[in-house]
């Protein structure tokens, strides 16, 4: 079994419990910034999971240290796979909110919300919008499980 996707499915549950019951209590940006820091953590562990398979077929000779580097190696390993690279694109977006400044809006409040100014855009970043980018990380650990050509663990605790 990978180790890796494993060590992101433990990270899935901790953004789950940051989302369901941390932000339900405590509704501040840092518990928000937390929470895209674990979203992060989870799309670290899972590339490089997909490298070291990678590694393991002999497709690549070394992984890179970076991040970001990572993810460009894995993203041109594959470059023919659309759902990866959009997967990859997401992740390069949600790495670059946690390097930029950013506001914050209706703190302590249900709508309490992380804005980020990128480039010509505004993102922001509320318990909705994280609910969903859990959902997108569920979709692409079942997509690693996949390529690394072996079954999922029992999800019953997801």
Same mark, same amino acid.
């Given at each position: 079994m990978n180790d890796y996707l494993m060590e992101a499915r433990d990270e899935l549950k901790r953004l789950e419990h940051i989302i369901y019951?941390? @932000?339900? %209590?405590? &509704?501040?940006?840092?518990?928000?910034?937390g929470a895209v820091k674990r979203l992060v953590s989870i799309f670290d562990w899972i590339i490089e999971g997909l490298l070291v398979q990678a590694q393991e077929e002999?497709?690549?000779?070394? @992984? /890179? #240290?970076? /991040?970001? &580097? &990572?993810?460009?190696?894995?993203?041109? !390993?594959y470059t023919e796979d659309e759902?990866?690279?959009?997967?990859?694109?997401? %992740?390069l977006q949600?790495?670059?909110? !946690?390097?930029? /400044? =950013?506001? #914050?809006r209706r703190?302590? &409040?249900? =709508?309490?919300?992380l804005i980020a100014q990128v480039e010509n855009?505004?993102?922001?970043?509320?318990?909705?919008?994280?609910?969903?980018?859990?959902r997108y990380a569920h979709k692409f650990l079942d997509y690693a499980w996949d390529k690394v050509g072996e079954v999922a663990p029992d999800n019953q605790d997801f």
């Open positions: 019951v941390s @932000l339900k %209590y405590t &509704r501040t940006v840092d518990v928000l910034a002999e497709k690549i000779e070394t @992984l /890179p #240290k970076s /991040p970001a &580097r &990572r993810s460009n190696q894995l993203g041109g !390993l759902q990866l690279q959009k997967f990859l694109r997401f %992740y949600i790495r670059n909110i !946690l390097t930029l /400044p =950013h506001e #914050k703190e302590f &409040r249900r =709508h309490v919300t855009m505004t993102i922001e970043v509320d318990s909705d919008n994280l609910i969903n980018c859990e």
